[in-house]
């Protein structure tokens, strides 16, 4: 999983979590370690909150919600590592304190011989103009397409020599889908705000995500199809699967937003 985006699905269930519910949103990827610091910063800037405290300050201001932004790029697959081109364009928080992105600048910084990233996200207040398109879709209607593109993908995968991905990626997420087999172990576990069915379809999409570097469906396999003479199909069913995972990832977390 794309660590930039990884991290904003943690933001948005875990804080929905806990200004529905009161549920406990800690976390350590989201609190300061010896390789990551994460810091929210209000519009005009003057300070900086931690995750706990940045809560804190939603509630205080009157916020219910929080909503994963964005869509994704045709071509992001291709050059999706652990950070940078991530589709979503930040976190909105939603409720009486008015609308606001958040959006995430990540950035290396060399603490002596560690290195430690620093990622602080960034108020921008939102006026109605500003809102743009929103898509909130019925959940069975996101896992029946995700199948849809797995399965497709993973007949290109048979064909092309590549059936490692089919039998343990692709395969295996269809398996969760349709409650074939028991659920992968995400690294993080989703609010019990969030209905069963978001929480199978957000499994999947973990399971499901084979884009990267090294040893990556970005690595070998485009080669694959190339000497089979299916580099176009390949690269247009693997656009396919970026954006619908990213699409069923952002729609599982944003399940709660009209509730």
């Known amino acids: ?5 990884h991290q904003l699905l943690l933001i948005t269930a875990l804080g929905n979590g806990n200004l529905i519910s009161g549920a406990d949103a800690s976390n350590s990827e989201l ?14 800037g003057g300070q900086s ?25 045709a071509a992001a697959w291709e050059s999706s590592g652990f950070s940078g081109n991530v589709a979503p364009g930040g976190v909105t928080s939603l409720g009486a304190c008015g609308e606001s992105l958040w ?13 430690k990233w620093k990622v602080t996200y960034t108020e921008q207040k939102i006026i109605g103009g500003q809102k743009g398109s929103r898509e909130f879709l019925p959940l069975a209607d996101l896992s029946a397409h995700l199948e849809e593109v797995l399965r497709a993908i993973g007949d290109l995968a048979d064909g092309i020599g590549e059936s490692f991905w089919t039998n343990n990626f692709f395969k295996p997420a269809r398996d969760i889908l349709n409650e074939q087999a028991p659920a992968a ?13 978001a929480r ?17 469906w970005n690595d070998s ?3 694959s199809a190339y000497v089979h003479g299916r580099e176009q199909e390949f690269n247009i069913l693997s656009a396919r699967l970026y954006e619908t995972l990213v699409q069923c990832a952002r729609g599982s977390v944003n399940s709660v937003v009209l509730l």
Request: charged share 20%; proline share 6%.
């Open 185 to 197: 172990q995400m690294p993080f576990h989703l609010p019990a705000v969030y209905k069963d069915q």
């Open 221 to 223: 396999p485009p080669y």
């Open 103 to 115: 959006k995430a600048e990540w950035r290396v910084d060399q603490y002596r011989s560690r290195t």
């Open 1 to 5: 999983m794309n660590g930039e985006l």
């Open 49 to 73: 909150w931690n995750w706990a405290e940045w809560l804190a300050e939603l509630k205080t201001n009157g916020c219910q919600r929080l909503m994963l932004n964005g869509t994704a790029s």
């Open 31 to 44: 609190e300061r370690t010896g390789f990551l610091d994460v810091c929210f910063i209000p519009e005009g």
């Open 200 to 216: 199978t379809l957000l499994n999947a999409v973990y399971k499901a995500w084979v884009f990267g570097g090294m040893g990556s």
